[in-house]
């Protein structure tokens, strides 16, 4: 099914198109989602086990070639539902898009903006990104799985990221992970891996921890049965970020995470809870090749913002890069006034820079006020397509680099989207519907899990109830669309997603 359901659903007159509405309706329908829906706010559903597996840097438009090496992916999508596209949140980057996966909201509420958390420097040195710190000091609402396992259900997670430390993760085998864990202990029992090997596990290559990490989930799944297990796998990143997205070892690595996959669909289907599992595979933002590289810093040490020997370089403000984004950093408070009209002077008719973004623009996209928390920049940079930034304070400004690839660049743009695919408990078969936001994904789970889940921007997927006519859904749909929600309200209507399987009582669910 190639056409989508939003490009019906937007326009003001239903009745030349009412035919495929109903054909769609028809294809939607499914009775026991409504069910998996109804029970959400009011019981945690035991037996419900729901997999998100996130293919890091998996970009939505790799799908629609068909020289792609996935047959297991292809196969999930014949036998559930695919979007044609899942929104990314700012910055296109991978930690902000996993926590809003957990979260549902945008990273003005959760706040987690880089890969770890901005430490800034007290001596005028560069602030720096701290990876191994505690969720709690890092994301500032509710997760999830935090809400899944205070309703009494038990979680897992594998490799998800942003989640050092949380105590709302009943089984584990981190990123980094410990050779006196549980999980870890099992892997070596069974010859899998050794604790020498664990001792040394960031060493190794990313496809050999994509293959450890893998049987750490399958173990979780197969001895456990977690209520939610969330599982990342990082080798395409890895790999689009070397030699570029659609690259020859792109399809390889793409062709890699499918086998990957499939251990993970061989086992649910083992488990005798297949009718019971629902898997949900993401990514949390597509790639983009460049081939011009920036040095935002460069240029503030020209300007004699930055000065020093070039291993104690100190200054008041510093950009801190990511890929096709940059965040401008004024860090001596005091100062704050005087440099940011010169901050946003020197960056102003730079060739490869598209936009600067002023805090009264950071609701536009999503981006948290500075007021909000101390990892906010006082001016947001964003790259030109085939332009990128680079962190670096030595070489030249602006040089042309060979190809690679990166992400960063704002959510609108068409190659950083991302991936949707469902299969399993309360998931329509052969269903493909219009683009989502991964905000929807959160309150998704929690409508399986049967967890309630307020005062998220997004909204769980829903399909619509047996027995609507077509041109009713359509317009209930439509008007649902046009009056939203208090979240949505505040989100520009670029970047406002439509409510695909919006239900027709959405308080039932929400409240
Ligand atoms: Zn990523």
Same mark, same amino acid.
């Given at each position: 099914?190639?056409?989508?359901?939003?490009?019906?659903?937007?326009?003001?007159?239903?009745?030349?198109?009412?035919?495929?509405?109903?054909?769609?309706?028809?294809?939607?329908?499914?009775?026991?989602?409504?069910?998996?829906?109804?029970?959400?706010?009011?019981?945690?559903?035991?037996?419900?086990?729901?997999?998100?597996?996130?293919?890091?840097?998996?970009?939505?438009?790799?799908?629609?070639?068909?020289?792609?090496?996935?047959?297991?992916?292809?196969?999930?999508?014949?036998?559930?539902?695919?979007?044609?596209?899942?929104?990314?949140? %700012?910055?296109?980057? &991978?930690?902000?898009?996993?926590?809003?996966?957990?979260?549902?909201?945008?990273?003005?509420?959760?706040?987690?903006?880089?890969?770890?958390?901005?430490?800034?420097?007290?001596?005028?040195?560069?602030?720096?990104?701290? $990876?191994?710190?505690?969720?709690?000091?890092?994301?500032?609402?509710?997760?999830?799985?935090?809400?899944?396992? %205070?309703?009494?259900?038990?979680?897992?997670?594998?490799?998800?990221?942003?989640?050092?430390?949380?105590?709302?993760?009943?089984?584990?085998?981190?990123?980094?992970?410990?050779? %006196?864990?549980?999980?870890?202990?099992?892997?070596?029992?069974?010859?899998?891996?050794?604790?020498?090997?664990?001792?040394?596990?960031?060493?190794?290559?990313?496809?050999?921890?994509?293959?450890?990490?893998?049987?750490?989930?399958?173990?979780?799944?197969?001895?456990?049965?977690?209520?939610?297990?969330?599982?990342?796998?990082?080798?395409?990143?890895?790999?689009?970020?070397?030699?570029?997205?659609?690259?020859?070892?792109?399809?390889?690595?793409?062709?890699?995470?499918?086998?990957?996959?499939?251990?993970?669909?061989?086992?649910?289907?083992?488990?005798?809870?297949?009718?019971?599992?629902?898997?949900?595979?993401?990514?949390?933002?597509?790639?983009?090749?460049?081939?011009?590289?920036?040095?935002?810093?460069?240029?503030?040490?020209?300007?004699?913002?930055?000065?020093?020997?070039?291993?104690?370089?100190?200054?008041?403000?510093?950009?801190? &890069?990511?890929?096709?984004?940059?965040?401008?950093?004024?860090?001596?408070?005091?100062?704050?006034?005087?440099?940011?009209?010169?901050?946003?002077?020197?960056?102003?008719?730079?060739?490869?820079?598209?936009?600067?973004?002023?805090?009264?623009?950071?609701?536009?996209?999503?981006?948290?006020?500075?007021?909000?928390?101390?990892?906010?920049?006082?001016?947001?940079?964003?790259?030109?397509?085939?332009?990128?930034?680079?962190?670096?304070?030595?070489?030249?400004?602006?040089?042309?680099?060979?190809?690679?690839?990166?992400?960063?660049?704002?959510?609108?743009?068409?190659?950083?989207?991302?991936?949707?695919?469902?299969?399993?408990?309360?998931? $329509?078969?052969?269903?493909?519907?219009?683009?989502?936001?991964?905000?929807?994904?959160?309150?998704?789970?929690?409508?399986?899990?049967?967890?309630?889940?307020?005062?998220?921007?997004?909204?769980?997927?829903?399909?619509?109830?047996?027995?609507?006519?077509?041109?009713?859904?359509?317009?209930?749909?439509?008007?649902? %669309?046009?009056?939203?929600?208090?979240?949505?309200?505040?989100?520009?209507?670029?970047?406002?997603?439509?409510?695909?399987?919006?239900?027709?009582?959405?308080?039932?669910?929400?409240?």
């Amino acid at each position: 099914m190639l056409t989508y359901i939003k490009g019906i659903i937007q326009g003001d007159k239903f009745t030349p198109t009412l035919r495929l509405v109903r054909r769609l309706c028809i294809i939607a329908l499914l009775a026991s989602t409504a069910s998996v829906g109804l029970s959400a706010a009011t019981k945690p559903q035991k037996k419900h086990t729901v997999v998100v597996v996130s293919l890091d840097g998996f970009p939505a438009y790799a799908l629609d070639d068909p020289r792609l090496p996935i047959p297991t992916l292809r196969k999930l999508a014949r036998e559930g539902v695919i979007a044609a596209s899942m929104r990314p949140i %700012n910055p296109t980057v &991978t930690w902000p898009n996993h926590t809003a996966i957990v979260t549902g909201v945008n990273a003005s509420e959760h706040q987690v903006l880089f890969n770890g958390l901005l430490t800034r420097s007290t001596d005028g040195s560069k602030p720096t990104i701290e $990876p191994w710190r505690d969720k709690e000091e890092l994301v500032h609402t509710p997760t999830i799985y935090d809400l899944a396992f %205070n309703a009494g259900l038990t979680t897992a997670q594998v490799d998800w990221v942003a989640i050092y430390g949380a105590k709302s993760i009943t089984w584990q085998f981190p990123e980094l992970p410990d050779p %006196n864990g549980k999980i870890e202990h099992e892997l070596i029992d069974a010859e899998i891996v050794t604790a020498d090997q664990l001792k040394t596990f960031e060493d190794s290559s990313q496809a050999w921890q994509d293959e450890i990490w893998t049987a750490a989930a399958v173990d979780i799944l197969q001895k456990y049965k977690p209520n939610l297990l969330l599982f990342h796998l990082l080798t395409l990143d890895d790999i689009n970020h070397t030699y570029g997205s659609m690259s020859p070892a792109s399809f390889t690595a793409m062709a890699f995470l499918d086998a990957k996959v499939k251990q993970i669909v061989d086992v649910i289907d083992r488990s005798g809870r297949a009718k019971n599992t629902t898997l949900i595979i993401v990514s949390d933002h597509g790639f983009r090749t460049y081939t011009n590289k920036i040095r935002p810093n460069v240029l503030l040490k020209e300007k004699g913002l930055l000065t020093g020997p070039p291993e104690h370089l100190s200054g008041d403000a510093w950009v801190m &890069t990511e890929g096709g984004v940059a965040g401008v950093y004024v860090t001596n408070p005091e100062r704050r006034a005087e440099l940011l009209p010169e901050l946003r002077r020197i960056f102003s008719d730079i060739k490869g820079i598209e936009k600067i973004y002023g805090t009264d623009e950071f609701a536009e996209i999503g981006f948290p006020l500075p007021s909000g928390g101390n990892q906010t920049p006082d001016l947001v940079l964003a790259a030109k397509p085939d332009y990128m930034f680079g962190g670096e304070s030595d070489g030249e400004f602006i040089t042309h680099v060979p190809d690679a690839g990166t992400h960063g660049y704002i959510n609108t743009d068409p190659k950083m989207q991302a991936i949707f695919i469902a299969r399993g408990a309360g998931i $329509p078969k052969g269903v493909r519907i219009d683009s989502i936001s991964n905000l929807d994904v959160a309150p998704t789970i929690a409508a399986l899990l049967g967890v309630r889940m307020d005062h998220v921007s997004g909204h769980a997927i829903r399909i619509r109830s047996r027995g609507m006519s077509a041109s009713s859904a359509a317009a209930r749909e439509y008007s649902m %669309n046009r009056s939203c929600c208090g979240s949505c309200a505040s989100v520009p209507s670029d970047i406002r997603q439509p409510h695909l399987f919006a239900s027709f009582n959405r308080s039932t669910f929400r409240s």
